[in-house]
């Protein structure tokens, strides 16, 4: 058989793209462990484990429903990447900071049973079964881009619904202004949530408008199956264009509130992380350029678009008056 070498083309960094040791800096105030760079090069060389995920874990709400069909309203400007990639380098900090090993560190956490709550500014307050929402909304396909602030981005076909579905059935209050999302807090599950010095549970949040707007997806699955844990399981946000740390991961609460909500990055570092996080080749990072970005999988660059492309879907709700 043939051995992959997955981490090579995208972790040797051009020029013109945060090199790794820079976003190594983004461990606020860790260093980089013999041991942890020990445990990545044997991942690297270590033939990929099988991304299949068995049927008989899926619940029959799910067998149902996967694969949905595409909503072919939102094509991307770039090939989709390939599954083993998306699914095989993930930014997830709750379970550590080597993005190789997070799909098996996610391995514990427990999806079932999972309620999302929808709560706050609403009239009507609401506890989904992860399966009941599954089957209260319009399940469809959609392909998006997603830009890490990091530099490199993947293009995925995700599965889920547009959360203006689910914030227009729970009725917001004329006095919301904003939606703030929580992850899961389990850190028996989840080691990276001993960190004390970290806000957990992560935390983030869009202006209603945002949240409102046609492409702000509640993603349940990706490559037409459920989401594995590592990309987010069983719920998480997709925002394709803004700065991917927005797409909050493995959500339990949505909440209208009437404030800007400090989020998880912007508390940990808000100059470097801001709330807005709108993709922007032109506003540098304030330690890397942003005008390019790298694609996992090919290690191609390529020039980084405003709005990471979706201007047309998102331009209104930036115009100033
Ligand atoms: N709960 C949680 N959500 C999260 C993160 C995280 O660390 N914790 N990382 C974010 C970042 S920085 C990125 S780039 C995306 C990565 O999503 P992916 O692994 O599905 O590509 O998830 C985002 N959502
Ligand atoms: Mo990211």
Redesign the pocket.
């Known amino acids: 058989m043939k051995r992959r070498h997955l981490a090579r083309d995208w972790e040797i960094p051009s020029n013109e793209i945060a090199s790794e040791s820079v976003f190594l800096n983004r461990r606020d105030f860790m260093k980089a462990s013999a041991w942890s760079v020990g445990v990545a090069a044997l991942s690297a060389c270590k033939e990929q484990p099988s991304i299949s995920f068995p049927s008989d874990t899926y619940s029959e709400t799910e067998k149902k429903i996967y694969p949905a069909s595409l909503n072919p309203a939102y094509p991307v400007d770039a090939e989709l990447t390939e599954e083993k990639f ?1 699914v095989g ?6 379970f550590g900071e080597t993005k190789e090993s ?1 799909k098996h560190k996610a391995r514990n956490l427990s999806i079932r049973p999972w309620t999302l709550e929808v709560g706050g500014l609403v009239d009507k307050p609401q506890i989904f079964d992860i399966d009941k929402l599954l089957r209260t909304f319009p399940i469809e396909e959609r392909t998006y881009r ?1 830009r ?3 530099a490199w981005s ?1 293009a995925v076909p995700w599965t889920g619904f547009a959360l203006n579905e689910l914030i227009r059935r729970a009725g917001p209050k004329s006095s919301a202004t904003h939606v703030r999302f929580v ?1 899961f807090y389990k850190p028996s599950q989840a080691a990276g949530q001993w960190a004390f010095w970290r806000p957990w ?2 935390t ?1 949040g869009l202006t209603l408008a945002e949240a409102m707007n046609e492409l702000t997806f509640l993603a349940t699955g ?1 490559y037409g199956r459920p989401l594995p844990r ?3 399981a069983p719920v ?1 946000l997709t925002v394709p264009w803004k ?9 339990v609460k949505i909440e209208l509130v009437d404030y800007r909500p400090p989020t ?1 990055w912007s508390t940990l570092n808000g100059l470097e992380y801001d709330f807005s996080a709108n993709v922007n080749p032109e506003r540098p990072h304030p330690r890397w350029s942003q005008a390019k970005e790298k694609i996992i999988g090919t290690g191609e660059v390529r020039a980084t678009r405003l709005y990471n492309g979706y201007e047309k879907f998102v331009a209104d709700l930036y115009k100033k008056s």
Not at 89 to 94: D, G, I, M, R
Not at 243 to 251: P, T
């Open positions: 998306a380098y993930n930014n997830f900090f709750e997070i997603l890490c602030v990091e993947i992850s549970p992560y983030e990706i590592q990309n987010g998480r700065y991917g740390y927005k797409s909050a991961k493995s959500i998880f």
